[in-house]
């Protein structure tokens, strides 16, 4: 079919007499010059799209009635106007396909992957295999491979043992100014706590699981796991659709955060943004703390099936507090099929230099800024500070350090915390009401910048004046629940 044929008037979506009539209704009332057709324009305004919305609003003094028009539009329908409209849309595409398509194919053999297809959707299957890839995916090779072998040979065999004494030497030798010694080297310095945190810990951790997402992300798993989770994610506000965004803050809440925009609505958005700063950890504090807790298979469990558990609670109060439509969700599935090796070498390499590129500056502020807290003292006033709230939690006051760091990365205070348990320092308990706690604070630097940007100041601030006090709540609920049942591990 030829171009013209496929721009004829009768490829043109029609929809029915009501919608129809109301497209009439507002491309009347659209008395301003704009530079496409006002037909579009009243199409997006009935699916709600919030910038044309306000840029019409803005240009036209009739704005009530075309408002007007939309409700009354909306009643009629069970449906969200969107659903409506995109359905129409894809049956008209269907049509064009068809008439410019060959089915040149005899009968269709039945193959692995269309067995695979329909038991990956199905939750008697679907959530068996999701617990196997994440066992297999996240636990074995990113916790224990990732955040257990290669953590411990970067940093123990090559910092620990040739790396820092060596810039210890050279600093002590060669820089004589005490307090420039302690930013470069020592306990806090640039060097090694800063650079040592970020590649020796935080990168191979980072490396994993971004190479791991690649595997599932090039199968075309992650449509399917949409539909599987869907009708859970609905009891908390979202659709199947929050699956990309949720999924993507296993590897950075900050990346997560902005890709929470393609949510159908502001609420929607507005909810992800809370359970991402909140309840989700990003892949260097994961891992790090599935290494921390995989010699206590208990703790473990706690703390997966405690931070799930507020992921829903809080996601469920959060979706019967804010107004707005309920979520409906469609998705197109792509084929399953097998991952090419190049396209995950490549998307791993372009994610980690991503990722090293935004963190190692981070690391080094942060770095900067704790050596200028311990020089001037308030560093020191800060610990002691939080010691109470810490004593409260059932934590040695040492752990004030680790939510300090917390303040200027996540996986930077998930790397504190591991410094602590090499020292000995927490037993299965506390390391457990630590690593939820954690996993619970205040999300980073980066991240709530990105959530001003997109939600706004007050939005964002309100997500964060409500994170702080519940994080320790919930450790101290966690705590108070382990002294009374006497638990220990």
Not at 25 to 42: D, G, M, Q, W
Not at 136 to 147: H, R
């Amino acid at each position: 079919m030829s171009e013209k044929a496929l721009l004829r008037k009768d490829n043109i979506v029609v929809y029915d007499e009501r919608i129809e009539k109301a497209l009439k209704a507002i491309e009347e009332n659209l008395k301003s010059n704009y530079n496409f057709s006002k037909r579009a324009i009243a199409l997006l305004l009935l699916q709600g799209d919030e910038e044309i919305t306000g840029y019409v609003k803005n240009r036209e003094k009739t704005y009530d009635k075309i408002e007007e028009i939309i409700a009354k539009t909306k009643d009629l329908y069970k449906d969200p106007l969107q659903y409506v409209i995109t359905l129409k849309r894809q049956e008209k595409a269907n049509e064009i396909v068809q008439d410019v398509s060959i089915n040149t194919s005899r009968k269709k053999n039945f193959s692995f992957f269309d067995l695979l297809d329909r038991i990956t959707m199905q939750p008697l299957t679907g959530v068996p295999i999701l617990i196997l890839i994440l066992y297999f995916g996240l636990y074995k090779f990113v916790g224990q491979f990732g955040a257990g072998t290669l953590v411990d040979f970067i940093e123990g065999n090559i910092f620990e043992t040739y790396i820092n004494p060596l810039i210890n030497n050279l600093v002590a030798t060669y820089v004589p100014v005490k307090s420039i010694q302690e930013l470069l080297a020592f306990d806090y310095g640039i060097i090694t706590l800063g650079i040592r945190y970020a590649v020796a810990i935080i990168l191979p951790i980072v490396g994993t699981f971004f190479f791991v997402f690649s595997i599932i992300e090039d199968t075309g798993y992650l449509p399917r796991l949409a539909m599987l989770i869907d009708r859970v994610f609905k009891s908390i506000g979202l659709s199947g659709r929050a699956v990309i965004p949720m999924t993507l803050g296993f590897g950075c809440d900050t990346m997560a955060t902005l890709v929470s925009r393609t949510l159908e609505t502001k609420r929607e958005r507005v909810i992800a943004t809370l359970l991402l700063a909140l309840a989700i950890p990003c892949s260097a504090q994961l891992g790090v703390i599935l290494s921390l807790l995989s010699q206590k298979p208990l703790g473990l469990i706690i703390w997966m099936g405690f931070v799930s558990l507020i992921f829903l609670l809080v996601g469920y109060l959060s979706a019967q507090v804010l107004p707005g439509e309920k979520p409906h969700f469609y998705m197109e599935l792509p084929p399953l099929r097998m991952p090419k090796l190049s396209n995950i070498i490549e998307k791993t390499v372009s994610r980690m230099q991503w990722y090293f590129l935004e963190i190692v500056p981070l690391f080094i502020l942060a770095s900067v800024l704790i050596w200028f807290g311990k020089i001037t003292g308030l560093f020191d006033s800060l610990i002691k500070l939080l010691s109470p709230v810490m004593n409260l939690l059932g934590l040695p006051p040492q752990t004030a350090e680790a939510f300090l760091f917390g303040f200027f990365r996540r996986d930077y205070g998930a790397a504190g915390l591991y410094d602590l348990q090499k020292s000995g320092i927490l037993n299965g308990p506390q390391l457990v009401v630590a690593s939820v706690t954690l996993t619970l604070f205040v999300p980073c630097i980066a991240q709530f910048s990105i959530m001003i940007k997109e939600r706004g100041f007050k939005t964002a601030m309100a997500i964060v004046g409500f994170i702080i006090p519940f994080a320790f709540l919930s450790g101290f609920t966690l705590n108070l629940i382990f002294r009374l049942l006497g638990v220990n591990f």
